[in-house]
């Protein structure tokens, strides 16, 4: 997929995690990148699939980043994590409902053409993206 920060295009490597279950970027993909970070005020634990707190993780945050594959965009935040060598991105199972891909588990090629991403999951939708911050304050990033 390709990241879109600071009017850069970056190509990313995406695992689509169904033991996931929220959206997490390599801590060196965002030091490599320079990608901006935000401090939680209290870490959140962040545990692996074992369910051992992952040592590093849930200090830091990102604000909304589009992420794009083809015509297909979407807008997410994402908690920052020491990951393994070759993976910069993990989605979680929540993001792989609500964006089923096409071909995903029978052919190499993975497509997210349903109908539905392909009239919401698009530049202009995802430019509309709000996020609630931790004090609860509505913030638009893009103002």
């Given at each position: 997929?390709?990241?879109?920060?600071?009017g850069k295009d970056y190509r990313?490597?995406?695992?689509?995690d169904t033991g996931c279950s929220i959206p997490l970027i390599n801590q060196?993909?965002?030091?490599?990148?320079g990608i901006p970070?935000?401090?939680?005020?209290?870490?959140?634990?962040?545990?692996?699939?074992?369910?051992?707190?992952?040592?590093?993780?849930?200090?830091y945050y990102t604000k909304p980043l589009?992420?794009?594959h083809r015509r297909y965009v979407t807008r997410e935040s994402f908690e920052v994590a020491p990951m393994e060598e070759g993976t910069d991105i993990f989605l979680?199972?929540?993001?792989?409902?609500?964006?089923p891909p096409q071909g995903a588990w029978q052919d190499p090629e993975v497509r997210f053409n349903s109908t539905e991403c392909l009239e919401k999951c698009t530049k202009y939708e995802a430019a509309d993206f709000l996020?609630?911050?931790?004090?609860?304050?509505?913030?638009?990033?893009?103002?």
């Open positions: 997929m390709i990241l879109e920060e600071g990313v490597r995406v695992l689509l060196r993909t965002v030091e490599k990148l970070l935000q401090r939680h005020n209290l870490a959140i634990p962040i545990e692996n699939f074992t369910g051992q707190l992952v040592e590093g993780a849930g200090g589009l992420l794009r979680p199972f929540w993001w792989i409902a609500k964006h996020l609630t911050l931790e004090e609860g304050i509505l913030h638009d990033p893009n103002a």
